[in-house]
């Protein structure tokens, strides 16, 4: 039968009573924006915002698309913008459970009132209006069944979250040990027996007694030649600095003008100046031109421009960089060579150089081949969570008889 006949829309206002206010996360559903955000996100006056109470179908109507919907577990504050859906606890749940399946998340996206097209990415203020679902024609099992369907779907949800609660902590542990890897061997060395001397730099602690300590501006030479015409190299935050047709274009602004481009060359060392604290520092491998956000530079002979790309990332990885903000962008800070030039970077011998790239390119992608089947792991578990709510809402799969306890 149609929603409107099972469900309504709530337009009960705050009017000054004191409640929680509460937002709704696609991976948590309704929950108080305290959890979410330090200091709650409170506004200076919540009178206009909508009133929801425990067992409420709560909608994100711009990221409903993306599964941003939740039942309330509690009575709160929410966004104007966001509808209130009732009905009973049974039905509510499991209109929840529908939206949430890739059927129901099809059935969203055709719905949207927006500009654009949902599936090319490019829609602009995507809305979901209640009237447009509430006509939706839905096949309901008995509410007994409901009931089953919520308590089975919960258990083995649960299950399968908790294993990719799991592997992503196994993801964080990899990428932690990958880091303190090369923090190790870029700071210290290979032999461990070698002796150390203070190297009177902040970051970087000592250092073996045989290496030299000199600054950026004395090993590397700025490059700054005009260009136009050429494909365009972006540095990305995970030290990959490449043709951006190698990456991806969305999200990205095309620039129509391309006044103070300039040229880069494959092999040359690259900072982002905004993005350098966050990683996007790299050697180019490609032939181009690139916005002048990007300092490119020269390595005198004896240095590994590899090398000089990953101390400076490790440099970025410590937070010195952030340390220097002068952006006014949050989470950015600006680094030109300015600052750039007079860093301080530890330097062993080109043979040494070379011992610690070839080193760190076998643990590291041993490590990198860890993490993307972790990853791919993830995925996969995510996508069975996803088949299965879509099979059970769908009847596809009967969970009578299973709710109470078997598998």
């Not at 504050?77 to 459970?97: K, M, N, W």
């Not at 001397?197 to 950026?216: A, F, I, N, T």
């Not at 990305?236 to 060359?265: K, M």
């Not at 969570?385 to 009847?395: D, F, K, P, W, Y």
């Amino acid at each position: 039968m149609k929603l409107k006949y099972i469900f309504h829309e709530v337009d009960e206002r705050l009017n000054g009573r004191d409640l929680p206010l509460m937002s709704v996360s696609k991976i948590r559903g309704v929950v108080p924006r305290s959890d979410l955000t330090e200091n709650g996100g409170r506004a200076d006056s919540l009178n206009h915002y909508k009133v929801c109470k425990p067992g409420d179908l709560v909608i994100n109507r711009m990221a409903a698309y993306q599964g941003a919907l939740g039942v309330a577990g509690q009575e709160g504050a929410i966004s104007p913008d966001y509808s209130v859906i009732r009905g009973g606890e049974a039905e509510t749940g499991f209109l929840y459970l529908f939206l949430k399946s890739s059927l129901g998340i099809a059935l969203v996206s055709s719905l949207l009132r927006g500009i654009g097209s949902v599936d090319s990415g490019s829609v602009r203020t995507p809305r979901l209006n209640w009237k447009d679902l509430a006509n939706v024609d839905i096949g309901l099992p008995s509410r007994q069944e409901m009931l089953e369907v919520a308590s089975t779907l919960r258990k083995e949800s649960s299950q399968i979250d908790t294993l990719i609660s799991k592997k992503e902590q196994l993801t964080e542990k990899l990428l932690e040990r990958r880091q303190a890897l090369i923090t190790q061997v870029v700071t210290k060395g290979l032999d461990p027996n070698v002796p150390m001397k203070d190297s009177g730099v902040e970051w970087l602690g000592e250092v073996p007694e045989d290496w030299e300590l000199k600054r950026v501006a004395h090993v590397s030479r700025r490059t700054k030649i005009p260009a136009s015409g050429l494909g365009i190299v972006t540095a990305f935050r995970d030290g990959q600095v490449t043709l951006r047709s190698n990456r991806r274009t969305a999200g990205f602004t095309e620039a129509t003008e391309f006044h103070g481009y300039q040229r880069i060359r494959k092999g040359q060392v690259a900072v982002h100046k905004m993005d350098g604290f966050a990683g996007a520092i790299g050697v180019s491998d490609s032939d181009g031109m690139c916005s002048p956000v990007l300092t490119l530079l020269d390595c005198a002979s004896g240095l590994r421009p590899d090398y000089l790309a990953l101390t400076l990332r490790e440099i970025s990885k410590t937070g010195w960089i952030e340390a220097l903000a002068k952006g006014v962008r949050e989470r950015t800070t600006e680094f030109g060579w300015s600052d750039l030039s007079w860093q301080v970077v530890p330097l062993p011998d080109i043979r040494q150089q070379e011992e610690i790239i070839t080193y760190l390119d076998q643990e590291t992608s041993q490590i990198d081949t860890l993490v993307e089947k972790t990853r791919r792991a993830i995925e996969l578990l995510k996508e069975r969570r996803q088949a299965l709510i879509t099979q059970v809402v769908t009847g596809k799969i009967d969970v009578r008889g299973f709710a109470g306890g078997n598998s």
